[in-house]
C-alpha cells in the first residue's frame, strides 16, 4: 500500500515536470514567433531605383512613380521597409542576380528571365505600346492608318516594342522603315531633324507637354516586379499582399495607372471630321434660358455668361488644326430644346443628365461627361438613408436633374414645385422628404428652421445631348472635352452656383453707416500720419544728403557718385507723391460719393438725426480731403514740382465763389462777413485754383479763430502797374479774432507750426494752410504781409500781378449756366472705363440720376474693342479712368483716336481719376482727351465739365486722328 502511494507521487510529479517543462517550451516558441514576427514586420528590402516614370525623384526630392506608390501600398501588408539602390536599367538585372538588389519593377516576363529571376503571381501592371506623331504637321491620319505607308518609324530594335509594330504592321498592310532610337533623347533629336516622321514610345505625359499625338495603340504586355532566384520568402509576401490589395481595392491599381499615365494629348480633328466642320458649318447648341448659373444672357448687350459661355470660349480653338464656330439658340423648357434636335433646328442639347434609358427612348446619344455636380439632399429629418423611399421636391422646369434622380434613385418618387420657399414649404408641412441643390446653396438653409443638408453618394453627371447617328459631330464635342483642363467646367459650375445674390455696397452702407465712416475716418487718419512722419523723414534724409554733398565738394571723384543719388531720391520721391495721392483719393471718392448718394436718397424723409450724422460725415470727409490735398501740396511745392497752371477768370466770379463757400458758416457763428471789389479790369489771366487755395486758406483761419459777434472785412482794390498788359490786386482780409503774439508771426509760415491759444481753444488743424499760403504767393510772384495783436485780431495783406485778359476772351460756357444741364445730357449715353467697382457704382449712380445712360468696361483694352465693335454713335462719350489693367486710359484713348472710322475716333473722351495734379491734366490732353475730371467726383463739378464738353462738339474740320 505504502509502495502504492510512492508510485503515483512519483508519477504525478513526473507529470508535472512534464507539463512544466511544455508550457515553458510553448511560451520559448511564442516568444521566439513574437521575435520572428517583429523581425519579419521591420524586414528591410532592397529596391533597384532606376529613374523612369514606375520610380523617380522629382525636383523637390519627393520619390514618386507608378511602382512606388504600389510598393509602399502593399507594404502596408507585408511590414516591410524599403532601401533604394541607384542603378540604371542594364546593371539592375546583374544587381538583382548578384544578390545586391532583392526586387526591381517594370519588368516584362520572359521564358529566359524566369531562369534567371522570380516573378509573382500577378503582373504590377500594364504598358501600353503607343504609335506616337505631331499630327500638326505631318499627313497622317489617325482615321486611315495606311497614311502610315512609306513613313520612318522610331523604335528600339531587337525588343519587344519592334515586335509589336511588325505584328500591328502585317495586320494592317501597312510598310514602314524601322528607325533606331535608343531613349526619349534620342527621338527628340531624330524628329527635330526630320530623321523619323514617327514613334514608338510608352505611354508618357511628356509627349503630349511637346505637342505630340498618340495616333494608336500597337499593343500592351503586362508588367512585373522581378525578385532575386533565392529570395522565395518574398515572392509569397509579396504574392499575399497583391491579392489582399486586390481583394480590398479593386481599382486600386487603375486608378494609379489614370494618375501616372495620361491620355492628355493634342486633340486634332481627323479628315473625315474636318470635311464634317466644313460642309455643316457653324454648331447650332441649344440651351434653356431659365438656369442662370449655367446660362445667363444680358438682354441689351446678349453678352453670354455661365457654363455655356465659358465652354464656347473654350473650345472653339482648343483643337489645334480647326477652329469651330457656335451658334446659340434659348428655349423656355427642356421637351421643346429635344424637340429641335430631333427636328434638326440644332445640332446640340446643353445639356442633359448621364441616363442612358432616357437617351434612347428620346432617340439622342450622350457625350463623354462635361461636368459633375455634387448634390445635398436638404430634409427636415435627422438622419438620411438614400436607400430608402422618399418623396422629393424638384424644379419644375429641371429636367436634368429629374433624369439624375430616375436613374441614380429609381425608387424616389418626384413631385415639381415653383420655387425653393415652396419646396422648403413642402417639406415642412410634410408633402415632400427633401429637396436637392448644391453644396454652397443648401448652407443657406441649414441655418434655418431645422433643416439638415446631407450629402449624397452618386453626383450627378452632365453631358451634351446629339442625335443618334451623328458620329462625326460627337467625336468633335468628345475631343473638345477632352481638351480642356480637368474639371474645368466643373470648377466653373461652382462658381456660378456659389454666386449669391448682389449686395450693393450702397446697400451696406445704409446698414452700417456709423461704423463704415468710423474705419475710414481711421484710415485716411493713418494714412495721413504715415505721409507726414514719410515726409519729415524724406525732408531730413534731403538735408542730409545736400549736406553731404556740400562736405564732398572737393572730392570732385564722388561728386558724381553724390549727385546721382540725390536723382534717384527726388524721382524716388516724386513717385511716392504720385502714388499716394492716387491711392488715397481712390477710398476718398468712394466716401465722399457714397455720402452725397445717401444725402440725394435721403431727401424727403424725415430722419434728422440720420442726416444731421450724414452732415457730420461729409463735412469731415471734406475736411479730410482738405488736408490730404494740403499735404501733397506742400510736398510738391518743397520738391519743385508744383507749376503755374494759367486760365481765365473774372475776379468778381472768383470772390463770389469764396463767399459763398463761408457764408454760411459765418451766419451760424454770427459773424459779420463782408467784401468790396474796386477794381478797372475784372478779366484777368491767372491761376484760378491757386488764387482760391490762398484765400480759402487764409479766410478758413480767420473764421476759425474769430468768435461769436466778430467780424471779417475783405478790400480787393487794384493797384497801379507799369508793365503794360498786367495789373496789380491788392487784398486785404481782416478780422476782429483772438490774434496772435509777436513771437508767433515770424514762424507763421513755417509747416506744421500753430498758435499755442489755438490749442487751448481746441481749434484742430494741421499747421499746414499757410504755409502753403506763401508758398503759392511766391510761386504767382507776389508778396503776403501779415499784422496781427493779440485778443484785437488779424490783418493779411496779399498782392498779387496778373495779366489783364480782354473781354472778349470770356465766353460764356454751355455749362456755367445749370439750367442747360437736362438740355445738353438729355439721352446721352456714355462707355464708362473704370477698373474700380466702388469708383463705377458711384459714377453710375451719379450720371443715371443725371438722366444719362451708362455703360461699363473694365479696362482699356475693353474699352478699344467696345468702340470698335458697335455702331458709331452708339455712345456719345467715354468716361476714361487712367491707372488700368492691361491698357490704361492713355494708351486707350490714343488707340481710338487712331481708329480709321472718323466718326468713332471723333468721339469725346473725358478722363475721370485720382490723377489729379497739373501734369495728369495735360498728360490727358495731350493724349487726346477733351477734359479732365479729379477725384473724389463733385457732381456739378462732373455734370459742367460733360455739358461743356458736349457744348463745343468736334466740327467735321477738327482732326481727331493721332
Known sequence: ???????????????????????????????????????????????????????????????????????????????WKFEYVKCDWSNC?????????????????????????????????????????????????????????????????????????TEWENKNGIHTEHVNVNNNDDVEKKLANHEIDCFVSLEESIWSEQGISSVTTIGKSGIYFAINKERSDIKTKLDYAMRQL?????????????????LDYIQLLTGKEKVWVEEHGGIQIGFLNNDPAIFSMDKETGKLTGMLAEYISYAKDCLGNQTLEFNIQAYDNYDEMIQALQNREIDVAFYAGRNPDFAEKNGYALTNTAWTYSLMAVT??????????????????????????????????????????????????????????????????????????????????????????????????????????????????????????????????????????????????SIISIILVLLRKARKAEAAAKLAANDTQKLNDKLEITLKKAEDASLAKTRFLNNMSHD????????????QLMEDEMKGKDLPETSEYLKKLQQSGNLLLSIINNVLDMARIESGRMEIDENYGMIEDIWQTLFEIF???????????????????????????KVKEIFVNILSNTMKYTPSGGSVMINIDELPCSGPGYMIVRTRVSDTGIGMSQEYLTNIFEAFTRERNTTKSKIAGTGLGMSIVKKYVELLGGTIDVESELGKGSTFTVTLKHKIADENYY???????????????????????????????????????????????????????????????????????????????????????RLPDRDKACIPIVAMTANAFEEDKRDAFAAGMNGHIAKPIQVDKLLSTLAEVWGKEMTDETDCHM
Not at 532606376?50 to 507594404?75: I, S
Not at 488715397?584 to 455720402?595: D, F, K, V
Not at 438729355?826 to 457704382?841: H, T
Open 1 to 79: 500500500m505504502n509502495k502504492s502511494k510512492k508510485n503515483l507521487a512519483v508519477l504525478c510529479t513526473a507529470i508535472f515536470v512534464i507539463l512544466g517543462m511544455w508550457v515553458m517550451l510553448s511560451v520559448h516558441c511564442q516568444a521566439a514567433e513574437t521575435n520572428n514576427d517583429e523581425k519579419q514586420q521591420t524586414q528591410t528590402i532592397r529596391i533597384g531605383a532606376f529613374e523612369d516614370t514606375f520610380n523617380y525623384v522629382d525636383k523637390n526630392g519627393v520619390r514618386r512613380g507608378y511602382g512606388y506608390e504600389l510598393m509602399q501600398a502593399l507594404a502596408g501588408y507585408t511590414g
Open 93 to 165: 538585372f546583374d544587381k538583382l542576380e548578384n544578390g545586391e538588389i532583392d526586387i526591381m519593377g517594370d519588368i516584362s516576363y520572359t521564358d529566359e528571365r524566369a531562369q534567371k529571376m522570380l516573378f509573382p503571381d500577378e503582373p504590377m501592371g500594364e504598358e501600353k505600346y503607343i504609335l506616337y506623331a505631331d499630327l500638326s504637321d505631318m499627313d497622317i491620319e489617325t482615321s486611315d492608318f495606311k497614311s502610315l505607308d512609306g513613313k520612318r518609324v522610331g523604335v528600339l530594335l531587337g525588343t519587344e516594342p519592334e515586335i509589336m509594330l
Open 246 to 262: 486586390e481583394q480590398d481595392s479593386p481599382f486600386f491599381k487603375a486608378d494609379l495607372y489614370k494618375k501616372y499615365f495620361t
Open 380 to 525: 427636415d429629418e435627422k438622419n438620411f438613408d438614400e436607400d430608402k423611399v422618399y418623396t422629393v421636391a424638384v424644379p419644375k422646369e429641371k429636367e436634368a436633374l429629374k433624369q439624375y434622380i430616375a436613374f441614380s434613385y429609381p425608387q424616389w418618387k418626384i413631385v415639381d414645385y415653383d420655387s425653393l420657399d415652396d419646396a422648403a414649404d413642402m417639406v415642412i408641412q410634410e408633402k415632400a422628404d427633401c429637396f436637392l441643390m448644391g453644396a454652397s446653396q443648401a448652407l443657406i438653409y441649414d441655418n434655418r428652421q431645422k433643416f439638415k443638408s446631407f450629402p449624397l453618394t452618386n453626383t450627378m453627371e452632365a453631358c451634351f445631348a446629339v442625335r443618334g447617328g451623328e458620329g462625326s459631330l460627337l467625336s468633335i464635342l468628345n475631343k473638345t472635352l477632352k481638351a480642356m483642363p480637368s474639371d474645368m467646367l466643373t470648377s466653373a459650375l461652382a462658381i456660378y452656383d456659389s454666386t449669391p445674390d448682389k449686395v450693393t455696397f450702397l446697400d451696406f452702407l445704409k446698414d452700417n453707416i456709423l461704423a463704415f465712416f468710423v474705419t475710414a475716418g481711421f484710415f485716411v487718419l
Open 584 to 595: 488715397i483719393r481712390t477710398p476718398m471718392n468712394a466716401i465722399l460719393g457714397y455720402a
Open 663 to 689: 457764408d454760411d458758416e459765418a451766419k451760424k457763428k454770427n459773424i459779420a462777413l463782408h467784401y468790396t471789389i474796386n477794381v478797372e479790369h475784372e478779366h484777368i489771366l491767372t491761376d484760378v485754383t
Open 811 to 897: 465766353v460764356k460756357n454751355y455749362a456755367e449756366n445749370p439750367e442747360t444741364y437736362s438740355e445738353i445730357l438729355k439721352d446721352r449715353k456714355i462707355l464708362l472705363a473704370e477698373d474700380n467697382d466702388l469708383n463705377a457704382e458711384i459714377a453710375e449712380a451719379i450720371l443715371e440720376r443725371a438722366g444719362l445712360k451708362t455703360e461699363r468696361v473694365e479696362d482699356g483694352i475693353q474699352c478699344v474693342n467696345k468702340i470698335e465693335k458697335m455702331p458709331a454713335g452708339t455712345y456719345d462719350m467715354i468716361l476714361m479712368d487712367i491707372q488700368m489693367p492691361k491698357m490704361n486710359g492713355y494708351k486707350a484713348t490714343q488707340a481710338i483716336r
